[in-house]
T-cell receptor, first 113, second 114 residues
Framework: TQLLEQSPQFLSIQEGENLTVYCNSS?????LQWYRQEPGEGPVLLVT?????EVKKLKRLTFQFGDARKDSSLHITAAQPGDTGLYLCAGQSYTSGTYKYIFGTGTRLKVLA | NAGVTQTPKFQVLKTGQSMTLQCAQDMNHEYMSWYRQDPGMGLRLIHY???????DQGEVPNGYNVSRSTTEDFPLRLLSAAPSQTSVYFC?????????????FGPGTRLTVL
């Protein structure tokens, strides 16, 4: 069974601080996605990375896919209260003739003003 | 473009009752899926479909049935609800089931089974 572990599980920081969220597995993934979910809503895609070592930036958010495509990180610079939410990583693998996603356990971020 | 819609938003059932969670998308996506989200466990895949008439089981299919008679609709049926099925259910769709395809999620259905 493939597992994706995220750390930390909870994070409460002050506005302006930097943070990094990790997503780790022993399995190799074809691609990896990061989502943000707000209370009462479904997850919304932030980024997709497909190549080992790939780095993508989305304003203050930097995403990296591990060289071996088993892990990923999300770094937020100068966090703002609007970054508050549940961050989920999802690894995609090809099984039983189709691509499927496995989601991590999530990191709940709270940014205090 | 409404995206992915789900109904109802909230539902309370008694043990043993049956119900159908509705999901529809208007983006002509081939791939649709159902997840459940429980605290500390992320989202787990229940069933998925790669096109009309084709469905398959995900990670946690027991107690749930699906069908896909049209491209737009992908209902999830609970045949005999159990307290262990208390969860938030999300429907998602993507253009294909290809590598790196973007999944679009509905707003979720919060189900409580007493």
């Amino acid at each position: 069974t493939q597992l994706l572990e995220q750390s930390p599980q909870f994070l409460s920081i002050q506005e302006g601080e930097n943070l990094t969220v990790y997503c780790n597995s022993s399995s190799v993934f074809s691609s990896l996605q990061w989502y943000r979910q707000e209370p009462g809503e479904g997850p919304v895609l932030l980024v997709t990375v497909v190549t080992g070592g790939e780095v993508k930036k989305l304003k203050r958010l930097t995403f990296q896919f591990g060289d071996a495509r088993k892990d990923s990180s999300l770094h937020i610079t100068a966090a703002q209260p609007g970054d508050t939410g549940l961050y989920l990583c999802a690894g995609q693998s090809y099984t039983s003739g189709t691509y499927k996603y496995i989601f991590g356990t999530g990191t709940r971020l709270k940014v205090l003003a | 473009n409404a995206g992915v819609t789900q109904t109802p938003k909230f539902q309370v059932l008694k043990t043993g009752q049956s119900m159908t969670l509705q999901c529809a998308q208007d983006m002509n996506h081939e791939y649709m899926s159902w997840y459940r989200q429980d605290p500390g466990m992320g989202l787990r895949l229940i069933h998925y479909s790669v096109g009309a008439g084709i469905t398959d089981q995900g990670e946690v299919p027991n107690g749930y049935n699906v069908s896909r008679s049209t491209t737009e609709d992908f209902p999830l049926r609970l045949l005999s609800a159990a307290p262990s099925q208390t969860s938030v259910y999300f429907c998602a769709s993507s253009l294909t089931s290809g590598k790196g395809d973007t999944q679009y999620f509905g707003p979720g259905t919060r189900l409580t089974v007493l």
